[in-house]
């Protein structure tokens, strides 16, 4: 039978670049994140300002800041919806990668047993054979 090492190998390491895939997609995912909760976050500062010095000045450039801030946090959150899906998309990559790891792992080890068993098995009849020759011979 042929040996498995150099397959798992290979599985191992399509696991680990789709892990490392992943993990990309997790960062850029996460900084669109902060920047729309940086976002809210200012918003709510400037909103807060308002309403403790309300004069018809800033509010009009408030409204104008408030319009493009909020056009920022939609198209933001659009974003993050698409990477989102790459996540899944990436999440089922692993998970199927590995799945296929994990299958030749098994067959590697089930051939190792019946390998091992087979041996054992070889061994048993010799020394067998060699007990009864030494009892025939014993017995002559």
Known sequence: MADLEGLMRLRRNTVEEKQKILADLFRNAEKLQKRKDGLVQ??????????????????TYFGAFEQVVLRDIDRLTEELKKWELRIQIAQDAVREAFADLKRVEIVDRRRKEEDSAEFKAKETRELDEIGLEVFRRNED
């Open 42 to 59: 200012k918003l709510k500062k400037e909103r807060e300002a308002i309403d403790n010095n309300p004069e018809l000045e800033t509010l």
